[in-house]
């Protein structure tokens, strides 16, 4: 898996939005996050040729403790019924539609990754016998290895406070969004180590129309993805229904 989920960036909200913040930056990061291991349902998603599809997500765990392989190969996406097909859909190649067939196939379900005692429990039943010991020692090292890496992964977060002008928050997301990767990084940690003021120029249509100079109020802080799972928990029902708006569209 990509190592870097990116910066966040939250902005003051607007007058008439209930909401104590608005995710200004990172939208894409966070829906995804939310959608694969908190919202415990399938996953509408589109393929490279644009066809709509829904898919349930899992980790390999056999393949996530390789280290000749690429973890983002571990990453498997299944059908809505858990089952892979093959031979015009006629034989299963991955049956995943049971607890007991996740623990045989040793494919852990995204969707518990912050959650994974009940899952833990049923594994270590299944391969209960002193025989499969080795096979419990390997969910223990995949959760120490993956999972808690995982769950404790930090984010940087960018905080704008509610004085902020609308022209300084502009100016932050450019920044935070130009030169690539390497520069993303290197901008966060500046904002971390130094957020108090940051001068900005106004900006239109993309130039700068104005010298003007002001400042932006902001926080910064690092936050780990379980405090963000946590976050995006309590607003869960407001986040649903967003979701299931957006999916209804055309």
């Given at each position: 898996?990509?190592?870097?989920?990116?910066?966040?960036?939250?902005?003051?909200?607007?007058?008439?939005?209930?909401?104590?913040?608005?995710?200004?930056?990172?939208?894409?990061?966070?829906?995804?996050?939310?959608?694969?291991?908190?919202?415990?349902?399938?996953?509408?998603?589109?393929?490279?040729?644009?066809?709509?599809?829904?898919?349930?997500?899992?980790?390999?765990?056999?393949?996530?403790?390789?280290?000749?392989?690429?973890?983002?190969?571990?990453?498997?996406?299944?059908?809505?019924?858990?089952?892979?097909?093959?031979?015009?859909?006629?034989?299963?190649?991955?049956?995943l539609s049971s607890p007991e067939k996740e623990?045989?196939?040793?494919?852990?379900?995204?969707?518990?990754?912050?959650?994974?005692?009940?899952?833990?429990?049923?594994?270590?039943?299944?391969?209960?016998?002193?025989?499969?010991?080795?096979?419990?020692?390997?969910?223990?090292?995949?959760?120490?290895?993956?999972?808690?890496?995982?769950?404790?992964?930090?984010?940087?977060?960018?905080?704008?406070?509610?004085?902020?002008?609308?022209?300084?928050?502009?100016?932050?997301?450019?920044?935070?969004?130009?030169?690539?990767?390497?520069?993303?990084?290197?901008?966060?940690?500046?904002?971390?180590?130094?957020?108090?003021?940051?001068?900005?120029?106004?900006?239109?249509?993309?130039?700068?129309?104005?010298?003007?100079?002001g400042t932006a109020n902001m926080v910064g802080?690092?936050?780990?993805?379980?405090?963000?799972?946590?976050?995006?928990?309590?607003?869960?029902?407001?986040?649903?229904?967003?979701?299931?708006?957006?999916?209804?569209?055309?």
């Open positions: 898996m990509n190592p870097l989920l990116g910066s966040v960036v939250l902005a003051p909200t607007a007058r008439s939005v209930a909401a104590q913040s608005l995710l200004l930056d990172g939208q894409q990061h966070i829906t995804s996050l939310y959608q694969v291991t908190i919202r415990g349902e399938v996953i509408e998603t589109v393929t490279p040729k644009k066809k709509r599809v829904k898919r349930w997500f899992y980790l390999d765990i056999r393949k996530a403790l390789d280290p000749l392989i690429d973890r983002e190969e571990a990453v498997i996406g299944v059908p809505e019924d858990r089952v892979v097909r093959a031979d015009f859909g006629r034989g299963a190649v991955l049956d623990y045989a196939e040793l494919m852990y379900p995204l969707c518990q990754v912050f959650d994974w005692d009940k899952w833990q429990d049923g594994f270590d039943e299944h391969w209960s016998n002193d025989v499969n010991r080795p096979m419990r020692q390997t969910f223990r090292e995949f959760k120490n290895q993956v999972l808690d890496n995982f769950k404790y992964y930090r984010i940087p977060v960018i905080a704008l406070d509610k004085s902020t002008p609308k022209e300084a928050v502009c100016v932050v997301f450019e920044k935070v969004n130009t030169g690539g990767g390497a520069l993303q990084r290197k901008l966060a940690r500046e904002f971390l180590v130094a957020p108090a003021m940051v001068g900005y120029a106004l900006t239109g249509k993309g130039r700068h129309e104005s010298a003007t100079r802080r690092w936050l780990s993805v379980a405090e963000i799972a946590t976050d995006l928990g309590v607003s869960k029902g407001s986040i649903d229904r967003w979701l299931d708006d957006r999916s209804s569209r055309p």
